[in-house]
């Protein structure tokens, strides 16, 4: 089983095992993991699932879809090169190992 690692805006570690198949999203929201929202349910209307991914991380995950970018370029608070929506991020085995950090907010109000 994965374990993935969320780290917040502050430097605090979470390390979660997840079971393969959902969405990062859906795991993280399963195990209280603070700082992802998402207000949509894993729709992708909402980008209040964002994170950053890890450099070292960031080229192993499936690529992002242009639909994705446009959601993350246009409602993410503070994305950069390493934003992704955890919804749209599929756990599978081959994600053992990964981190992503939490935006210090998701929503700008
Ligand atoms: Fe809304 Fe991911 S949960 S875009």
New binding site residues.
């Given amino acids: 089983m994965p374990k993935i690692t969320f780290i917040d805006h502050q430097g605090n570690k979470k390390i979660i095992d997840i079971h393969p198949g959902g969405?990062l999203?859906e795991a993280a929201d399963g195990e209280g993991v603070p700082g992802?929202?998402?207000?949509?349910?894993?729709?992708?209307?909402?980008?209040?699932?964002?994170v950053y991914v890890d450099d070292n991380w960031y080229g192993k995950l499936p690529k992002i879809t242009d639909d994705?970018q446009g959601?993350i370029d246009s409602?993410s608070i503070k994305p950069n090169e390493k934003s992704r929506?955890?919804?749209?991020i599929e756990v599978t085995e081959e994600l053992d190992g990964l981190i992503v950090t939490t935006p210090e907010k998701q929503v700008d109000f």
Avoid: K, P, Y
């Avoid at 992802?36 to 964002?50: F, K, Q, V, W, Y």
């Avoid at 929506?85 to 749209?88: E, G, V, Y």
């Fill in positions: 969405s999203m992802i929202l998402a207000d949509c349910g894993g729709a992708m209307a909402c980008a209040t699932c964002h994705e959601m409602h929506l955890s919804c749209q």
